[in-house]
């Protein structure tokens, strides 16, 4: 079993990592593929530009693959910085799961993105999980999720994703509804946290929406792409901030300077032992207070297109 993720906060690496573990304890290990589970993390910008990457990515799934490949969610989109290198790979006829991780406000079409571009990379997308976890933004919105009532929950999605596999022998896509269904009254008490839907949605040539565009104060788009973090003058230099960058864009001998585009992944933020990186321009703060407000009360359910 193949696993591999961009997590720059963590959260997509540990929700990725803990499905691929179950289905595998699940299924058993009597087949040579699902002996252990093999994760890459293409977070950094390293890595996804390595040419020992970049063809390993075009060689390195088979048809009796299990996959899973785990993307956060930005804007209700997949990241743009990414599209370029997803669309490079290769795969071969591998049956894969895609997980989603996002913020809360709402994953908008990037489940109908991500399924149209592994498709057409060559994969047999077998489901697509839509999970939520704390905001990029904010240490308020969906705060420490996934939890560990999540990961409960993610071991009933494991066990019907494990259920239709064996179903069919050839791994190949669940399609039909009741089918799906007879699985699904073997679940557990959590089933009413899972909102189950078919695949087949997510098949449509229907244009994608546009990124979510957040307002300024008086009502008009603004250059959200142009902020950046600041540094204040409790940073230590430790250089972690610099390290975690997934686009490289913080100089690693001036860590004040932000050198290059910027996600908003926010991991320089969180992860700063010292709490010297904020975002401070008012759009943002006042993005992040609306979402904050807008979607801190009601979280969403786990959904699966299977």
């Known amino acids: ?8 906060t963590g959260n997509t690496k540990k ?20 002996q252990t589970v093999e994760a890459i993390d293409f977070t950094s910008i390293n890595v996804r530009k390595s040419e020992s990457h970049l063809r390993n990515i075009s060689t390195f799934f088979s048809s009796e693959d299990i996959v899973i490949i785990g993307l956060p969610v930005y804007a209700g989109r997949i990241p743009n910085v990414l599209l370029k290198y997803l669309k490079q790979y290769v795969g071969s006829g591998a049956h ?42 904010s240490n ?34 669940v399609k039909s509804v009741s089918t799906i269904e007879e699985y699904i009254e073997h679940m557990d008490i959590f089933t009413d946290q899972i909102l189950i839907k078919n695949i087949e949605g997510l098949k449509t040539e229907v244009p994608l929406k ?72 008012e759009n943002f703060i006042k993005h992040r207070l609306e979402l904050e407000e807008a979607y801190s009360e009601n979280i969403r359910k786990t959904e699966l297109y299977i």
């Open 15 to 34: 929700t990725s990592i803990f499905i691929s573990k179950s289905i595998r304890k699940k299924l058993g290990c009597a087949s040579q593929f699902l």
């Open 210 to 281: 546009p990124y979510f565009q957040p307002l300024d104060k008086n009502g008009y788009p603004f250059n959200f792409i142009g902020i950046k973090p600041i540094t204040d003058q409790n940073c230590t230099a430790c250089g972690l901030c610099a390290s975690i960058c997934p686009m490289g864009a913080i100089k690693k001998d001036a860590f004040d300077t932000v050198n290059g585009p910027c996600l908003k992944c926010c991991a320089c933020v969180k992860r700063c032992p010292v709490n010297a990186k904020s975002f401070v321009d």
């Open 1 to 8: 079993m193949k696993v591999l993720y961009f997590s720059p």
């Open 96 to 137: 894969l799961i895609i997980v989603l991780t996002y913020g809360n406000r709402h994953y908008d079409d990037a489940a109908k993105e991500a399924y149209q571009i592994f498709s057409n990379c060559g994969f047999d997308v077998f489901a697509v999980i839509c999970v939520v976890g704390e905001h990029s933004f």
């Open 140 to 173: 308020i919105l969906a705060k420490d999720k996934p939890n560990q009532l999540d990961f409960i929950i993610l071991e009933d999605v494991a066990d019907l994703l494990v259920r239709c596999i064996k179903k069919n022998k050839e791994k190949n896509i």
